[in-house]
Structures are given as structure tokens and as C-alpha cells.
């Protein structure tokens, strides 16, 4: 197994070096059987990444406890993911998912005073509003910014909702229904107008697309492991600004959030002074072992080189479908779209079995099916996929 891992490893230096994507993709065996264009939901597995989950197996069997190494895990993910957002360790939180870094978020707010507001989108995934709805008792009221007649949600529709009664616009970075992207910017400019606070979901971009959180000025970004990370379920992240660690309070907490996890205190509530204050109970080891794993891959490849693959080949995909006469309704500027190209269905889930049954890999939400792409997608895989549309083009192209 060691021989193997030192050979995967050298075949993956020398493809990073000259950036050979189709070499690359020899580190993904699901590639050589199947056109996978699935990554928005879970991704391909890499064989370093199955290395790690049979090291944590070898360490289960022949160590047992093996509590240091377990730790080091947790604080290499959190490292890795400070690495890729270009935030500081302390202020990132290693959760067991995006919701359970939302609700530690949730209960460290007030919202009982005149800045009550939380602001969601359309574009939503669904926890990043039920939360907040949950926060209602408390004395939070979430506004939802509507889409506009292209789809789209534009600026001015954030303008109209945020004001000076807003505490939060909690917002997604790319949409996991139609993989538009938001003008984060932008609407982090008219949040600071009013003296709101940012968090960004960026589950569906983060590890497709280059993140700065200290260039996109966000305040909170949370995501997880299992899409574009390469890792895998039972993982996230929440980063949190410096500034504000010290002032927020989760209510929500456990000894793992405490300034000494060793110290076994039962009298009070100390929370680390870094973001690892919300944080709640023992890690899931098991999946930093793999995320770990897969984010070193990621990292050795390269945000901004894959942020530019996946734009070439979504602007290619959507190209094509154009070409055959079905095309797709995810924004075509690259500025306002992720890693995924949404294609309207009149059989949306029926398309995507007939797909699978060309072992083409997509999902489907709504009334549309989604193609997501990796920087270990190619042409080849454009090419099969568009194949197939067209085939099938009469049967399930839109009314
Ligand atoms: C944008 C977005 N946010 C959040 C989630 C779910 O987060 P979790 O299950 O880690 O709470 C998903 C999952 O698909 C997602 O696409």
C-alpha cells in the first residue's frame, strides 16, 4: 500500500508541475468508467484520499487510541482550509457540517434588539434558511430577496431588503439549483453601508473556484468537504473574521470548543479565544484522515488554475447545448456562474436515469438536471454527455 501511495504521489507532482489535467485524472479510477459530472453533489474519489481512509483503518488496527494523531488531523484540516481561503487557523471552525457551524453561529446572536434581520436569497440551500427561520422565537426576522424575471437575483433586489435593521445577509455564493453565482461583492458593499454583517455558503464554490474571504471582505464563509474539496461526508468549515471571534458567544458548545479541551473543568463555559469556539464534541477522525487528503490534492493543483479550467469547460458545455438546440439556463457570464450548467428538463429525474444508464453521472433539482465539473473533467466528457442530450433531446427537452 505504501509503494502504491509513493507512486500516486509521484505520478500527481510531476502533472501539478506542467498542470496536465488529463493526467491528473489517473488519480480518480472512477474517470476511466464513467463521465462524471456529479462533483456539485459528491466527488469523485481520489486514490490518496481512499489511502487515508485505509490509514485510519491501520491505525484503528494496529494502535488502537491513537489520540495525538487524531488531534494533528483536526489542526491540519483546519490549517488546509485556512490555506485555501487565506484566513488565519484561529478563525476557521472544523465542524461536522455547514449546519452545525450555522446553528453554533445562530446562538452566539441576539436578535432581540432593533437589528433583527436576517437576510437570505432565492438561491438558498435549504439549511442556510431553515436556520435562521429557526432563530424566529428568538426575535429574528429573515427576509428572502426574490430572483428577477431572467432568473437572476441582481444588486438592486439586495439594496431593496437590506437596511439599517439588517444584522445578517447570509447569503450563497453559488446556487446549487441553477449554479448562478452572486455578486458577493457587491452586496457586501451595500451590507456595509448599513453596518450588516456578510456570511457567504460557499459549499457550492469553494475548492472550484478561488476564495479570498479576505478579498471578497466576508465576515463568515462556511462549506464542507464532500463536493469540490475532494474529501468527503461528515466535514465542514466555518471561517470567522478575527475581529468579531472574541465578541460572539455560542450558546451552542461542547468541550472541544473550550479554551483547554484537557482540562476537564465542570464548573464553567471557557471558550477558546479563536474560532474553534464553536466547535462542539469530538472530531469525526475518520473524515479528516480523508478531507485532509483530498485538500492537499487540491491545494498542490491549485485554486486559481482550476477556477479557470472549470470556467473553460462550463463555457464549453453550455456552448454545445446551445449548438444542439437545448440550451441551459445557468448565467453565461463567467463572472455570474459556478462549476455547474443547469439544462431545464420536462422530466428532469427521468433524464438523469437515462443518463446514468449511458454511465454519465449528473442529478437533478427542479425541473432542470445538473452537469458540475472538476478540474479532473474534460472535453472527452463534454463531448459523451452532449452525445447523449442530443439523442434523447425529443423526449425530455422542455414543452
Ligand atoms: C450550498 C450548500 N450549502 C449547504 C449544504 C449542506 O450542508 P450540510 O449538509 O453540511 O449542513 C449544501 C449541500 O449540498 C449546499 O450545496
Request: aromatic letters at 8%; hydrophobic letters at 45%.
Amino acid at each position: 500500500m505504501i509503494l502504491h501511495i509513493v507512486a500516486t504521489i509521484e505520478i500527481s507532482k510531476q502533472c501539478i508541475m506542467n498542470l496536465n489535467f488529463d493526467a491528473l485524472r489517473s488519480e480518480f479510477p472512477l474517470l476511466e468508467r464513467k463521465t462524471y459530472l456529479n462533483s456539485g453533489s459528491y466527488c469523485a474519489l481520489a486514490k490518496d484520499v481512499k489511502a487515508a481512509f485505509e490509514a485510519y483503518m491501520e491505525d484503528r488496527l494496529l494502535v488502537g487510541a491513537n489520540w495525538d494523531v487524531w488531534v494533528t488531523k483536526n489542526e491540519s484540516v483546519r490549517a488546509l482550509v485556512a490555506e485555501l481561503l487565506r484566513a488565519a487557523p484561529d478563525e476557521i471552525a472544523v465542524t461536522a457540517s455547514v449546519s452545525a457551524g450555522l446553528n453554533a453561529l445562530a446562538s452566539a446572536l441576539q436578535f432581540s434588539g432593533v437589528r433583527n434581520k436576517v437576510i437570505v436569497s432565492d438561491f438558498e440551500f435549504p439549511t442556510n434558511a431553515q436556520i435562521w427561520h429557526a432563530q424566529e422565537p428568538r426575535g429574528a426576522q429573515v427576509v428572502h430577496v426574490p430572483r428577477a424575471a431572467d432568473g437572476y437575483i441582481p444588486l438592486e433586489h439586495f439594496a431593496e431588503a437590506i437596511d439599517e435593521k439588517t444584522q445578517l445577509v447570509a447569503i450563497t455564493h453559488v446556487c446549487f439549483r441553477n449554479g448562478a453565482k452572486l455578486d458577493i461583492p457587491g452586496i457586501v458593499r451595500l451590507a456595509r453601508a448599513k453596518g450588516a454583517k456578510v456570511l457567504v455558503d460557499c459549499y457550492q464554490s469553494v475548492g472550484s473556484l478561488d476564495i479570498d474571504v479576505k478579498t471578497l471582505d466576508v465576515d463568515f464563509a462556511v462549506g464542507g468537504m464532500l463536493k469540490y474539496l475532494l474529501g468527503t461526508a461528515g466535514l465542514g468549515f466555518m471561517y470567522v473574521r478575527d475581529s468579531f471571534v472574541k465578541s460572539l458567544l455560542p450558546t451552542n458548545s461542547g468541550w472541544f470548543a473550550q479554551t483547554d479541551i484537557g482540562a476537564m473543568d465542570i464548573t464553567a463555559n471557557q471558550p477558546a479565544p479563536s474560532a474553534r469556539r464553536f466547535e462542539a464534541g469530538t472530531p469525526a477522525v475518520v473524515n479528516s484522515y480523508a478531507s485532509e487528503a483530498g485538500l492537499k490534492i487540491l491545494l498542490a493543483v491549485g485554486t486559481p488554475a482550476i477556477e479557470k479550467r472549470v470556467y473553460a469547460l462550463t463555457r464549453r458545455c453550455m456552448q454545445r447545448l446551445e449548438e444542439i438546440g437545448w440550451p441551459s439556463i445557468t448565467p453565461t457570464r463567467d463572472d455570474r456562474r459556478g462549476a455547474t450548467v443547469a439544462i431545464p428538463s420536462r422530466a428532469a429525474a427521468q433524464l438523469c436515469t437515462q443518463l446514468l444508464k449511458r454511465d454519465i453521472v449528473t442529478s437533478s433539482r427542479d425541473d432542470n438536471v445538473r452537469a458540475s465539473f472538476h478540474y479532473y473533467n474534460n472535453d472527452d466528457d463534454i463531448e459523451s454527455f452532449i452525445t447523449a442530450m442530443k439523442d434523447m433531446r425529443t423526449e425530455f427537452v422542455p414543452r
